[in-house]
DNA sequence: CTCCGTTTTGCAAATCATTTGCATTTATAT
DNA sequence: ATATAAATGCAAATGATTTGCAAAACGGAG
């Protein structure tokens, strides 16, 4: 993905390129796998100055511009992931919460007449399946 | 569902069936969709004495022993939901936040080859759609 | 039916993720 | 270079969830 694509949206609609926004945009562009705001932070601060709020904020705004999707993959924590790397889903191990993504999509073989029929108008599509990875597979037994 | 099942499963294991306990298995398992600590917490009080604290820790209880489900459907909140309802998954208004328990599932399509390959085993699959509800349809500009 | 040991509860305080108010700093158009 | 709106840092607030501990309730044994 192309950061200077997503640099010139956010100039195009008024948004400042501040260092810690172009830090964390990069930063949430290289990750191969979703990141939460303590990651976003821990690895920004390597790079520059950065608050948390900051972070926050910018997660919230990437947000809202569709730059970046959420995902309430586990409980407690937001996970943060860049879009536009390809439509995909998740499976996520109980045992050490790696997020893997997998190209498996149910979406095609949706039958959405029966969701017409509920006047649900849908928007997008989560997919996600639990289990355990091959690490933790072994000590499946908890 | 039948509440005596639970019932016996939890005195068999040793826990014991407090009222503040049972009222809230009884909650979860009238609800047509699935519900926060807080609703049940609202929903517990006007039936007897019970604190917040009691509450969490029965519903923490009550998914380790696979009794209830816990859904990470909304950011910030954890939902809870009776097992042994039928398999089903949910469609979720971004408008007004709204469950709705869908039919629809993905999973018979499922190809577990392409999960073998990742040496992932699942255990549980959630497939989530998210949209408009008929009434927060028409506001959908936002 | 009462007593005992164990499990649960209530309460208050702690924790953790996330949000917010406000004064100060910074990016950008002129 | 300068003005100004937008963004940041900091500290404090919020909201969900968790925890320690003493008191109360459950369920088996006598």
Redesign the pocket.
């Known amino acids: 993905m192309d950061v200077y694509i997503i640099?010139k949206q956010?100039?195009n609609k008024?948004?400042?390129?501040?260092?810690?926004?172009s830090i964390?945009i990069d930063i949430l562009n290289k990750s191969e796998t979703p990141c939460?705001?303590?990651e976003v932070y821990e690895a920004a601060r390597q790079k520059?100055?950065?608050?948390?709020?900051?972070?926050?904020?910018?997660?919230?705004?990437l947000s809202k511009l569709k730059i970046i999707t959420?995902l309430n993959i586990k409980?407690?924590?937001?996970?943060f992931e860049i879009m536009g790397a390809g439509h995909h889903h998740h499976a996520i191990c109980k045992g050490c919460g790696e997020v893997q993504v997998i190209e498996i999509c149910p979406c095609h073989s949706l039958d959405s007449r029966m969701l017409e029929q509920l006047g649900f108008t849908p928007t997008e599509l989560k997919f996600e399946i639990y289990g355990y990875c091959s690490k933790c597979n072994i000590e499946q037994n908890r």
């Open positions: 640099e956010l100039r008024g948004y400042k390129l501040t260092e810690q926004r964390l939460t705001a303590q520059c100055n950065i608050n948390f709020s900051t972070v926050y904020r910018n997660l919230e705004l959420s409980q407690g924590v937001t996970h």
